[in-house]
C-alpha cells in the first residue's frame, strides 16, 4: 500500500540556519508528491509539487525540494530559515496520479529560535 | 479570490450527540473534498465529491458519517452519534477539477467529551 513517512516529528532550528526536513514514500508506480505547510489555526498551502522531469523544484517562500528515486526520499530544504517558517510541514503523494487522492505523512512540526 | 470558507471554527459537543459542519468552495470549483486531522497525524480523506456526486468515500465511517453536496456547491459532514476518537479537525478542500491543486479550508476542530 501506498504510504508516505516523515520520521521527524519535530525540528528546531535557529533562524537563518539552513534546513532539511525529510520525507520516504512508498509508491508502486512514478510518485506524485508534495509538500504542504500548515501554520496553527489554518488550512493546507502547497509548497511545491514533483510530477516528472527535473528532479530537484523550487516552490514558494523560498523551499526546494529533491526527488531520488532510489532512496525512495523527497527531502525539502531552505537554506536560510526566517522566524515566520515555524509550522507544521507534509509530505504527500497522489495515490491516483496528480492532485487527487492524496495520503500525507503525519507532518514534522518545525520550531524556529530567535 | 475568496478562498474556502467553514464553520463552525469551534465546536464542542458530548459523546452520541450529534454534530455538523458546513464547507463553502471557491466558487466554480467541480470537486470537493473532506478530510480529518487527528492530532499528531496528516490529514486523511474522509469523501471527494464532483459536482453533486460522490467520487469516493471508501475511508468514511458510514455507520456514523453522513456528507452531501446539494446543487454541488456548498457541503455538509455529519456526525451522528459522535465519538471519543472523532475528536480531530475536519478540513475542507475544493479545487477546479479534481486533477487541479487543492485549496484548503481553516477546518473545524472537534472536541468530543
Known amino acids: 500500500a501506498q504510504s508516505v513517512t516523515q520520521p521527524d516529528i519535530h525540528i528546531t532550528v535557529s533562524e537563518g540556519a539552513s534546513l532539511e526536513l525529510r520525507c520516504n514514500y512508498s509508491y508502486g508506480a512514478t510518485p506524485y508528491l508534495f509538500w504542504y505547510v500548515q501554520s496553527p489555526g489554518q488550512g493546507l498551502q502547497l509548497l511545491l509539487k514533483y510530477f516528472s522531469g527535473d528532479t530537484l523544484v523550487q516552490g514558494i517562500k523560498g523551499f526546494e525540494a529533491e526527488f531520488k528515486r532510489s532512496q525512495s526520499s523527497f527531502n525539502l530544504r531552505k537554506p536560510s530559515v526566517h522566524w515566520s517558517d515555524a509550522a507544521e510541514y507534509f509530505c504527500a503523494v497522489g495515490n491516483s496520479g496528480g492532485y487527487n487522492k492524496l495520503i500525507f505523512g503525519a507532518g514534522t512540526r518545525l520550531a524556529v529560535h530567535p | 479570490e475568496a478562498g474556502v470558507a467553514q464553520s463552525p471554527r469551534y465546536k464542542i459537543i458530548e459523546k452520541r450527540q450529534s454534530v455538523a459542519f458546513w464547507c463553502n468552495p471557491i466558487?466554480?470549483?467541480?470537486?470537493l473534498y473532506w478530510y480529518q486531522q487527528i492530532l499528531g497525524q496528516g490529514p486523511k480523506l474522509l469523501i471527494q465529491?464532483?459536482?453533486?456526486?460522490?467520487?469516493?468515500d471508501s475511508q468514511l465511517p458510514k455507520d456514523r458519517f453522513s456528507a452531501e453536496r446539494l446543487k454541488g456547491v456548498d457541503s455538509t459532514l455529519k456526525i451522528q452519534p459522535a465519538k471519543l476518537e472523532d475528536s480531530a479537525v475536519y478540513l475542507c478542500?475544493?479545487?477546479?477539477?479534481?486533477?487541479?491543486?487543492?485549496?484548503f479550508g481553516d477546518g473545524t476542530r472537534l472536541s468530543i467529551l
Open positions: 466558487s466554480g470549483h467541480a470537486t
Open positions: 478542500a475544493s479545487s477546479l477539477l479534481s486533477d487541479q491543486p487543492q485549496h
Open positions: 465529491f464532483q459536482n453533486n456526486g460522490v467520487v469516493d
